[in-house]
């Protein structure tokens, strides 16, 4: 799916990963489920790119619903996987999740669910080899990407803001759609570790200049990262 001239993404509002690319090559941010390897050649294809211009992948955390292809694209083509060092562990299948998914619906899990079967959840190999990175660091990649620390979700959380493209990646900081109720719009993100931790590392989000926020769950976002901050601190005044 373009989003823009150089901004792709690939997969959809369930789980998405993202596409960066510039006249040095393409920056893979997350890598979905392990059966997105032929939705991420058909992006490539549609972007006039090829597999051998991808430079690097970043995770923006260790979760097996965003390392899918990435091994594979380490293993076949040598390209480096990028994950900030407290989620190492958790992206070599070291560690998992301590979080709790909270309220669900079964319509919405059932089909969360369904999909990551169907896309070959449960065959997602963890990554062998890691390259850690760490808070402000601006990776020698195409768009010149850099590292945002938001832990929360989990301990190694980041956001990676590509100004080239006017975009902030953020994972699983925050979420448009919850993949466990199917409600739509910004809010936080179920199965996260520390939720009062995440919450306040959105204060450094909303500090981001950049137009799109695009997560790893749900649609993309195109108003900017002040008002979807907004938008979250009114979903959980709400709640409360």
Do not use: C
Not at 130 to 150: E, K, Q, T, Y
Not at 157 to 171: E, L, N, R, T
Not at 221 to 232: D, H, L
């Amino acid at each position: 799916m373009r989003l823009a001239p150089d901004l792709h993404r690939v997969g959809n509002d369930v789980i998405a990963a993202y596409l960066v690319a510039d006249a040095t090559g393409v920056t893979v941010i997350d890598a979905g489920l392990s059966g997105h390897w032929k939705d991420l050649l058909l992006e490539l294809t549609e972007m006039g790119r090829g597999l051998e211009q991808v430079r690097g992948v970043i995770l923006t955390h260790g979760d097996s619903d965003h390392i899918g292809f990435a091994e594979r694209l380490r293993r076949e083509r040598g390209v480096p996987v990028y994950v900030h060092e407290d989620d190492a562990a958790r992206a070599r299948g070291e560690a998992k999740s301590q979080g709790k998914g909270g309220h669900w619906r079964l319509g919405a899990t059932a089909g969360f669910l369904w999909y990551s079967i169907r896309k070959g959840g449960a065959r997602t190999a963890p990554l062998s080899t890691v390259v850690a990175v760490h808070d402000g660091d601006v990776l020698d990649l195409p768009g010149s990407p850099r590292i945002i620390g938001m832990p929360g979700h989990s301990a190694g959380s980041i956001a990676v803001h590509i100004p080239a493209v006017d975009a902030v990646f953020v994972g699983d900081a925050l979420t448009t759609r919850n993949v466990l109720t199917g409600i739509a719009g910004p809010q936080p993100a179920p199965f996260t570790d520390d939720p009062t931790e995440a919450h306040r590392s959105l204060s450094r989000l909303s500090a981001i200049d950049a137009s799109w926020v695009l997560p790893g769950h749900g649609t993309p976002y195109q108003a900017g990262t002040a008002a979807i901050v907004a938008e979250i601190e009114r979903f959980e005044a709400n709640q409360g």
